[in-house]
């Protein structure tokens, strides 16, 4: 690896490509941990979300209509308003409100931090377009389906847990991919309340070494690898999960 | 479980759009109506609270919040800002992103595969970046003037943010439109051929116009999307609503000012998108192929 750090900081002397983010072990260690920080972020976003998205669409069927216009209410809105304000909300508005706990130097702090409020706000902005798609998955089962499973004396969570969802979540996964996609970006929000996540980590290495367009390019570069692994990823799973019989 | 369609109301007449777009019967109400509610009892809530800790100076939250609303809506006198400005920023954005998507959905479908890849990988690029960094790259990497001709035309920071928000617009655009070119029956094209229409006829008289109408409800809810993200711009420092609410909790310094503010912030977006969402709604059920 020495090696490697030498050149690059030959290509910052001789050419003026400044890649002191690579080579510069400190800078090299912030930036590491900004992008780990960003994976943990996705992938609780990303598992919080399908929860959601999942409970909520099981919420939707129920025979209580005030649930449904609950379920219903909690979607409009967030899908209808912009993701970053729902963020400033949780953090700056809910955020002090919760109760404090002392930590273990003795001082009070709240009881969820930046990095906590960005999952929750992010799960529930991406977990309201989920719960959309599950419903879209879940009309898409065809009825005779269902009515079978309910003739086999199946209770309504078991056919939704045995029957309904496996197959919805074939249908929509396509969508859902889109939409996790979507939240993957999205987490790159976190830096307006300071978690120390990738882009965050990135604007203080640009400010300390003004490398801008480096930095830039590097940092567009990593989240076009994570999301094309995730995309990767996800187009496996779609592959070995597919039912037989349905389209091409 | 009920096959209700999402956001169908249970008995759906099909209604003739009238002039002014939706009407009434497409627009269900009941979600604006909790909304609303929810924000009303967020205020009454935050008032209580307010009466209990107050000293006897402090104003109540409803007086207050009105003082604001002037500043959050239109910006300080003499300048233009605040969610007018979101709005207009939207505009201009979704103006310059549709405007560029169309060209690159058009170079997605060239004739000269040069044309086609290099269209390709630009809307991938711009499809698969955070917008927030994006919006970052333009900020810091565009010039804040540029010399023209002898001309120095400066590039206000409202400006660049407008562009860099157009930049994943045009990109998703551009997917629009190459999805709905291809999805005009093949035999429109050899039709065509045989009346010797030559490809540009083709495109721009017979598939074009018909894709109008299909790409119509998904570029409405781009917008709706890119109208979300415009309180982004207050990241990079422009006087957008956003910014004016910050500013204003800034001045009062009260905590019990903390949630009616971004309440009502929240409240003017859902106020503005709900409908646009709505009616994206009812145009796709209206253009919708049966079958």
Partial sequence: MEFLWDALRQLHDTAGINLVHFYDSFERGRLLRGMWTTLQLAALC??????????????????????????????????????????????????????????????????????????????????????????????????????????????????????????????????????????????????????????????????????????????????????????????????????????? | MSPQRPQATPSMPAPAMGESGYSAATFTPRALVIVF??????????EAYAQMRTTGTDKSIVETLIRWTPLILF???????????????????????????????????????????????VTQFFRNSPWLVLLFFVMLLTPFQIKLLGFTIPLPAWLKATFGLSLPVMANIAEIVRGSINSIPTSQWESAESLAFTRTQTLWRIILPQCVKRMTPPWMNWYAILTMATPLISIVGVNDAMTLAQDALAAEQRTDLLMPMYGLLLLFFFLYCYPIARWTLYLERKYAVKG
């Fill in chain 1, 46 to 248: 990303v598992v919080l979300s399908v929860v959601i998205g999942i409970l909520g669409a099981w919420l939707q069927g129920s025979r209580l209509g005030v649930l449904k216009w609950v379920v219903q209410a909690y979607i409009q809105f967030f899908r209808n308003t912009p993701p970053l304000v729902q963020m400033y909300f949780f953090y700056f508005a809910l955020g002090p409100q919760m109760p404090r706990i002392i930590n273990e130097y003795g001082i009070a702090q709240p009881m969820l931090g930046s990095f906590e409020w960005a999952v929750i706000s992010l799960a529930f902005f991406a977990g309201a377009f989920n719960i959309e798609i599950f419903r879209s998955g879940i009309e898409a089962v065809q009825r005779s389906t269902v009515e079978a499973a309910d003739s086999l004396g199946m209770s309504r969570y078991q056919i939704y847990r045995h029957v309904v969802l496996p197959l919805a979540v074939r249908v929509c996964l396509p969508s859902l991919n889109n939409n996790l996609v979507n939240l993957i970006k999205t987490t790159t929000q976190a830096y307006a309340i300071a978690v120390p996540e990738t882009l965050f980590v990135a604007s203080q290495i640009w400010s300390d070494r003004i490398n801008v367009f480096e930095m830039m390019v590097t940092l567009l570069t990593f989240y076009l690898i994570i999301v094309g692994i995730f995309v990767w990823a996800m187009t496996r799973v779609e592959r070995a999960i597919a039912v037989p019989g349905f389209g091409r």
């Fill in chain 2, 37 to 46: 509610g929810a924000f009303l009892l967020l205020v009454a809530g935050s």
């Fill in chain 2, 75 to 121: 910006g300080p006198a003499g300048e233009f800002g605040g969610f007018a400005l979101n709005i207009a920023v939207s505009f201009l954005a979704m103006a310059i992103g549709t405007v560029a998507g169309v060209v690159l959905g058009l170079g997605q479908i060239s004739l000269s595969p040069a044309v086609r890849r290099l269209s390709w990988a």
